[in-house]
Every structure is written in C-alpha cells, then in structure tokens.
C-alpha cells in the first residue's frame, strides 16, 4: 500500500472481509435458530404441563361433584325433617316412633370440603402455567371462595348445632349423637331413607317439647340458617364446579 500498489492487496482484503461478515451473520442465525427451538421445546414444555394440571382439575372437580350430590342429598333429608317437626309440633299431633330419626336428623353435620392439592401445586409453579386468562380467573376466584367463605358458612351452621346441644337439647332429650340399634333400615323401618347409619334422638318428655315456644323458634330459625349457610353455598358451588369442568373440557379439545 506503500507502493500504492493496493489492487490485490484491497480485493483480497475485501474479500477476507465479506467473509468474516458471513461467519458471523451465520453464527447469528446459528444461535437464533437454538434459540427459537430452545423457546419451542420449552413452550412444548409447558403445554403439557398445562394439560397435565387440566387433568388433574377435571378429575378432582369429578370427586367433588360426587360428594356435593352426597351432602346435598343429606342436607335436603334434613330440611325435609325440619319441616316435618315444624308441621307436626305446630298440629299439636300425638308422638310417633319416627319423630326419633327427625329429631335425630337436625344434627347434619357434613362439611363440603372442596379437595385443593391441585390448586396449590398449581399455586406453587405459577398460575401463568395456565394460558386461558378466563379459566386461571375462574379457577382462583373458585377456591378462594371454597377456603374462606365456603368453609366459614359451615362452620358458623356447625357452631348453631353444637350451642343447641349445650343448651336446648340438654332440656328435651336424653343423648345427640345415638346411633341406631342398625347401620341400615328398610324404609318401613327408617322414614328417612335406608342407605346411610342416621342417628336418633329420643325426647324426655314429648309434650313438654311440643310446647316449648324456645324449640319451636329453634326449629324455624335453624330451617332459616340451614338455607343461608349450607344450601346456597351449595348451589353455588354446584354451578361454580359444572362451570370450571365445562371450561376445563373445552381447553383440553384445543
């Protein structure tokens, strides 16, 4: 270059250069490219575990449903009672052997307890695992309801069941909690239903109870708070879960 003899010397330079350009923008690519797969490897990564939750929800959703039919089905045998008494007490009508299992049948006591090992899981990774902004919404707000609310409102019944014990039964009756003499009855034997051990509860003296106005305000009030504490909260719950399992299977077909 000295020389000013730069021709060869400045085209090969040219060319070295050109070259290196395309080392690089190929090592560029190169990595771009690892980059993308890494990035789709690990988006594939997440969907399945996306799925596996989504399957893991579903199938506790379906326990839950089976033991909501359960205790609806119990808490709707305990209203049932409930108005029997009422109607019977009110009629001033003479005591009967059944009136035991009705007595016995104001102490449901089953609590809902929705199962929460998969939301916490989920919890623990990381709520942005699930895609669909709508279901991880509805999925949170759910059991945020079920473990606070849900279980606040039956616990607060069970508290109402509990106090009577302590106070009003004490004055009518001679035990809560008996069992039956049998685990299971024909329904000539048991007016409520053969499948399940109910207990009974026998009272002391039966006219005297038919006009305690305290048992009978009792009996109205807990029909009342039955209704405000278990039953809504168990329709909610009801349409909450068929809700998230119908968004729940709508995902999994994607």
Known sequence: METGKTGKPAFAAGRYFKYAIGEIVLVVI????????????EVRKNKNHEIEILKSFK????????QYNKLSKRYSESTNSINYLINHLE????YNDSLKFHFGNLNVLHHLTVKNSVFENLKSKGFD????????????????????TLKFNFESYSD????????????????????????IYSLEENPLGKDNLYIVMQPTNYEKLKNDQEFM????????????????????????????SKLIDTELSK
């Open 160 to 183: 109402l069941i509990h106090n009577a014990s302590n106070t009003l039964y004490i004055k009518h009756f001679d035990a809560i909690w008996e069992p039956n003499s049998r685990n």
């Open 217 to 244: 305000y009792f009996l109205k009030s807990l029909r009342n708070q039955q209704y405000w504490y278990i039953t809504v909260n168990l329709i909610k719950i009801k349409k909450d879960l068929t809700h998230l």
């Open 30 to 41: 190169g990595i771009l490219i690892a980059l993308q797969i890494n990035n789709w490897n």
């Open 59 to 66: 199938k506790s959703i379906e326990s839950d449903i089976i």
């Open 129 to 148: 695992l699930l895609s669909n902004e709508t279901l991880k919404e509805d999925i949170i707000t759910f059991y945020d309801f079920a473990l606070t």
């Open 91 to 94: 009629q001033d009508l003479p």
